[in-house]
């Protein structure tokens, strides 16, 4: 278990982005087949409890990979939707942050070998992470600019638009807002959200194979 000295306030955040370190991800497809609508609404967090508890119990899911090291990540999938984790994974984010987050536990298989095997037991899909609207649009970096000016030209004039793409760019997050949060979805506009973490979560992982790395380090305010 995680140590009350290591349960440290947070210094920063980290929006996360798409890594290439890990390969691709590939798709993947339930056994029994469960129907596209229910599968892409999975992959946007959009499944209702009745829906989620319609789906088979710990059902095979079969996955097309190409991983890069020939074995199953500790995170994989769509950074934007469906997350994978090994239960090792899930047991550290249940450390940092008991009872907060939904799993759905199912039965990884693969379309070829990785690590020399095509099954490969128990695995999760992360559920409706926490949405939390904590950006200080004033001081962060948007496509179309910096602060309010940036932030008012995303999404055709209406407000809103992703953070800039290239790294070291600006980003604040009001501290209140994140304050014990490990992993989260952070608000920026209408139809955008990114997956962040603060940094004692990535400390724990950065040296694991997965699809994140660190794409704009956050000032908390």
């Known amino acids: 278990m995680i140590s009350l000295a290591e349960r440290r306030p947070m210094n920063h955040a980290y929006i996360l982005h798409g890594s290439l370190k890990a390969g691709n991800g590939g798709g993947f497809e339930f056994e029994p087949g469960v129907e596209r609508s229910t599968v892409a609404k999975l992959a946007r967090h959009m499944l209702s409890e009745d829906e989620l508890a319609a789906l088979p119990s710990c059902p095979k899911v079969l996955l097309r990979a190409h991983f890069q090291e020939k074995r199953i990540p500790e995170v994989f999938g769509f950074l934007r939707g ?5 239960p090792a994974m899930r047991a550290y984010l249940e450390e940092l942050e008991p009872g907060v987050h939904s799993f759905f536990p199912i039965d990884l298989h693969s379309t070829m070998k990785i690590d020399g095997r095509t099954e490969h037991g128990e695995h999760y899909l992360l559920l409706h992470p926490p949405v939390v609207d904590c950006l200080v649009i004033s001081e962060t970096d948007f496509w179309k600019g910096y602060g309010i000016e ?61 699809i994140w790395s660190p794409h704009t380090r956050c000032n908390l305010k």
Request: hydrophobic share 25%; charged share 25%; net charge negative.
């Open 82 to 86: 469906t997350i994978f984790f090994t």
């Open 150 to 210: 940036g932030w008012i030209q995303g999404e055709d004039g209406q407000g809103g638009g992703g953070l800039s793409p290239p790294e070291n760019q600006k980003c604040t997050l009001r501290r209140e807002d994140v304050a014990g949060r490990h992993l989260w979805l952070t608000k920026v506009g209408s139809s955008y959200t990114e997956y962040t973490c603060s940094d004692r979560f990535w400390d724990g992982v950065r040296d694991k194979l997965m």
